[in-house]
């Protein structure tokens, strides 16, 4: 029993924000679902990768989010429902394909998720997705909880079609991962095949066809403003006694909002927005109307605050307007209900106790930041990379675990700002640096976006050596499949693309693959490649630690153990290779058998063979 | 109301814990909001998940504000007590697991008796749960974080019947479920038979 397909018609599931959302999409009857995945947006992929089949709908990991995008387009320009998901920044890569969908319009309904990560807790900015609703011209629903989320992926697959535009649904880390109680609805399966009305006067985006849908879209988002004051999504909840105090605020700033308020006894009126962009104008002049002074709360980008202020202006209202302008809220990271607390006794002047913090004097504990697995090929790789250059290089670094190697021992990481930026990048270092370059990319991260990189370096013949650290899998999100994979979704029957030929087709003339767990070879092959005089790619492959145990239930390659009467107690396998089975306690070094992953990579990193497989 | 913060090590089992905490509140009509860390943090690094039972919006715990700590690992535990206060129970496996930093910076990682000692002076109660062994004896030897569940339930501080947990394994366990709820019951033994103590 899959929770997402197999929940019934009015029972309530526990469900992660992101599942209600797939769930949504399914009581929504999608015929298309596409992604690529990244943190915090992955299970709704996931969720529509398992049931996919049965379910009969179409599932992809797209190549990266654009292709997701323009596939999804695809689908609905001809009339189906369509769902594609990403990460905040993923929206970056398929901007493009999405602020001219929004002139062409959308026959099926069409959802772009964006899930955004204020605080970063994974990823490599905060950056505000809302700004891109502003952008497009495009409808905007933020959800606050499970419930919501599934509520109002069903709701953007109307709304889209009414207005027949894409509509984005934004939610953050704790919006798509947070679990509760969900009330569904039936599964009823849409359209899944349609056949595209042909109308180049619409959907080719020439200039003069361009020029005439802009005013469409700008038709369309007035039509959308009168549905956004209309809609029930937007509500006022009243705290307390009546008041002429009230909070304007939306996505998950509305949950803190609700328990601070109540926490810090106040009275007062919240207008919680689910439908955010277009403004529902007249809503909001109608709440700033009826109070004399408006906190508007709300994470990262003061959107709504600008806004607000805009139609107060306009109105010649004399509310006051509080919020970040003025300090009480801050701009950056996520909030919590002590944040809000702490904002709302700032903006109302409240005597009430500022959140009491507890100090706790705590002994400088050590710290547990994330790290390469036990059998990481990665690890291996990185320690043959610095025996190699002797440390004498420069790591363009990318977006996977691999990016993990930037701490020491291995210190493999130099440069990073975005997927596939290493091999770019590397180009740029090459050119006005003496030292000899390296670019790391990761398998998925490759196909991605490191091809045209690729393609310009070889066109212009910049130096430096890629290194492919191809673990068959996209494994900081959750091992799904990429185009490499022998595998895909339950729905698809895949071709694998070579990794081998997409590079020779790029016209690399030097490339050699090897098998990361032996380092003797692949420092040999790091050595050759940085003297040649061009492009050099090698592809470490091995599969991912985690997916080689779980497919060997358990069981290790050569379980292996550090022999203490050989051993010097050098440290060479904790201070220049690492790995989290191997410990150093009293000065002794161990190796735990329950968490080796039997590379056997220390064995070989042993200045003294005192690590030995155990028979 | 209960809030629950649960805290431990990647690859420990600590969100499929949490996902029995809510299965067994909305089995127990309750509602029940959970926060959980995916992704990157997951390699390896602590990882933390919160579990609010009754009315609120908020899946997160503030500092002081936790009802329980439900700990997977002594060294989080430690990590985990800004959470507590004078009215917290922390319930803590005496599993270890020495993070790289005390290997390649030479840190030391506490004694039992340090966490303790400074569970204690934020704490209501400290309990310590042998969760790993207890597993074993339950005969699946990974289902620690079973245990631990039932070391929450022992505490009695959730309101919610066992039955409800019991069922909400089912839901969440695949295989040997019957030696999992075994390790739920020596969970819960081994902390309702301190209360009595």
Known sequence: ?615 | MTDIYLVGVGGQGIITASRIIGDAAILAGKSVLLSETHGMAQRGGSVLCTARIGGVYSPLIPDGQADVVLSFELLETLRAVCKASKNTVVVSSNERMIPLSVSSQKLKYPTLDEVRREVAKIAKEFVLVEASKIAGEAGVPMSSNVVMIGALAGTGLTNLDNKHFQKAIEMNIARNVRENLAAFSKGLDAVSRRNRN
């Open chain 1, 1 to 615: 029993m899959d929770r997402v397909l197999d929940a019934a018609p009015g029972s309530k599931v526990l469900l992660l924000g992101n599942e209600a959302i797939a769930r949504g999409a399914l009581e929504a009857g999608i015929a298309v679902a596409t992604t690529y995945p990244g943190t915090p947006a992955s299970e709704i992929g996931d969720a529509l990768a398992r049931v996919a089949k049965d379910a009969g709908i179409y599932f992809e990991y797209s190549t990266n989010e654009i292709v997701a995008t323009e596939f999804a387009i695809g689908a609905a320009a001809s009339g189906v429902r369509a769902l594609v998901s990403m990460k905040h920044v993923g929206l970056n890569v398929a901007a493009d394909a999405l602020l001219t969908f929004a002139y062409t319009g959308t026959r099926g309904g069409f959802v772009l998720v964006t899930a955004d990560d204020p605080s970063c807790h994974s990823s490599q900015n905060e950056q505000d997705n809302r700004y891109y609703a502003l952008l497009g011209g495009i409808p905007l629903l933020e959800p606050s909880s499970p419930q919501e989320c599934y509520q109002m992926t069903k709701e953007a697959f109307a709304l889209s079609e009414k207005l027949e535009l894409p509509v984005i649904l934004r939610t953050t880390t704790r919006v798509s991962h947070v679990r509760g109680p969900v009330v569904v609805g039936e599964i009823v399966p849409g359209p899944k095949k349609k056949e595209f009305a042909k109308n180049p006067k619409r959907f080719v985006t020439m200039p003069a066809v361009a020029r005439a849908r802009h005013l469409i879209l700008l038709e369309r988002l007035q039509d959308a403003s009168k549905l956004a004051d209309e809609s029930a999504l937007n509500r006022v909840y009243k705290i307390g006694a009546k008041s002429r105090s009230g909070i304007i605020t939306s996505s998950a700033a509305f949950n803190y909002v609700m328990d601070a308020a109540k926490k810090l006894g106040m009275s007062i009126d919240v207008l919680k927005l689910g439908f955010t962009h277009p403004l529902p104008t007249q809503l909001i002049v109608k709440f700033l109307k009826t109070h004399d002074s408006v906190a508007v709360v709300e994470e990262l980008e003061p959107i709504l605050e600008t806004s607000i202020r805009a139609v107060a202006q306009h109105e010649g209202l004399k509310t006051k307007i509080l919020g970040k302008s003025d300090g009480a809220f801050p701009q950056a990271y996520e909030f919590d209900q002590a944040i809000v607390a702490s904002g709302l006794v700032k903006a109302f002047g409240l005597k009430g106790e500022a959140a009491k913090t507890v100090s706790v004097d705590l002994p400088n504990l050590p710290l547990r930041p994330p790290v390469l697995c036990a059998g990481c090929p990665h690890s291996a790789t990185y320690y043959a990379v610095n025996k190699a250059t002797n440390r004498k290089a420069i790591f363009a670094s990318d977006i996977g675990c691999y990016t993990l190697g930037v701490a020491p021992p291995y210190n493999a990481a130099d440069l990073l700002v975005c997927m596939g930026s290493s091999v770019g990048t590397a180009g740029g270092l090459a050119k006005v640096n003496d030292q000899p370059v390296i670019a790391f990319i990761g398998d998925s991260t490759f196909f991605h976006a490191g091809i045209p990189g690729l393609i310009n370096a070889v066109h212009h013949g910049h130096k430096f050596l890629l290194m492919i650290l191809d673990n068959r899998t996209t494994a900081m999100t959750g091992h799904q499949p990429h185009p490499g994979s022998d595998r895909g979704p339950s729905c698809c029957d895949i071709t694998s693309v070579s990794i081998e030929e997409v590079v020779k087709g790029c016209g690399v003339k030097w490339l050699k693959v090897v098998d990361p767990y032996d380092i003797k070879t692949t420092t040999d092959t790091v050595k050759q490649a940085l003297t040649h005089n061009g492009v050099s790619v090698i592809i470490a492959r091995r599969e991912c630690a985690l997916i080689a145990k779980r497919d060997q239930g358990g069981a290790i390659l050569k379980k292996h153990y550090i022999d203490q009467e050989v051993c010097k107690k050098c440290r060479t396998c904790v201070d220049k290779f690492q790995c989290p089975a191997i410990s150093s306690v009293d000065k002794v070094q161990t190796i735990d058998d329950a968490s080796c992953a039997g590379c056997a990579v220390c064995a070989q990193v042993c200045p003294q063979k005192a690590i030995k497989e155990a028979r």
